[in-house]
Structure formats: C-alpha cells, structure tokens
C-alpha cells in the first residue's frame, strides 16, 4: 500500500488541524495506520495508531485527550484530529500502514510503508 499524507500547516495555539492519509494499491482495509511526527533534532516518535477497521486507537500520552484517529476505508483514507495545538506539537507528520494490529504497534519496526510528511507548524 502507498500512502499520502497532507493537511499540514500554520495553526496558532488553542487551534486545530485535521491530517489525512490517503492510501493506495493492496487493500488498505488490510492495515493498521499509524501516524509519528518527527520536530528538528528530534527523534521520530509514535503519535497515534488505529486498527483495520477503526475500533481501536492507541495513543501517546503526549496527545491523550486532545488528537482523535479515524478511518474510512471506503476512502481509503485516514484521518488525525489535533485540537488543543501546542507548540511542542510542531514536527513533520507522517502516516504508516502496519500488517500488524496489536503488540508493538507503537514502534516503527511495526510499519512497512510510509508515506511522506506533512509539516505541522504550531505558532503564534
């Protein structure tokens, strides 16, 4: 599966930006998505995943309670809510396709394809 990621963009603090990831080729419903953000001389790290068919999500303690991830593979497509920016929500995004729906879904071992990021830019 090739992914898209794209939605990225300037939001002020307090804002929202709604991130999607557009899947192509083998069956996306196959998949679990994740997303990881990666901020200058950071490393990448694990935001938010959902599973094949959108009943479960995992997250970051970082974003619990502030991002939401969706899916709608009649689109294949999948979303990231982010409300409450920060400044430390700043980083390029990028979206995953795991074949894997449990255990180590929060590493990026757990991912075989990736899409490209999207920059989120989080500023007054």
């Known amino acids: 599966v090739q992914l898209q990621a794209s939605g990225g963009g300037l939001v002020q603090p307090g804002g929202s930006l709604r991130l999607s990831c557009a899947g192509s080729g083998y069956r996306f419903s196959r998949y679990t998505i994740g997303w990881f953000r990666q901020a200058p001389g950071k490393e990448r790290e694990f935001v938010a995943s959902?599973?094949?068919?959108?009943?479960?999500?995992t997250f970051a303690d970082s974003v619990k309670g502030r991002f939401a991830i969706s899916r709608d593979n009649t689109r294949a497509t999948a979303y990231l809510q982010m409300n409450s920016l920060k400044p430390d929500d700043a980083a390029v995004y990028y979206c995953?396709?795991?074949?894997?729906?449990?255990?180590?879904?929060?590493?990026?071992?757990?991912?075989?394809?990736w899409g490209q990021g999207t920059q989120v830019t989080v500023s007054s």
């Open positions: 995953a396709a795991s074949p894997s729906s449990s255990g180590r879904i929060a590493e990026q071992s757990s991912y075989v394809s």
């Open positions: 959902v599973n094949f068919i959108g009943s479960s999500a």
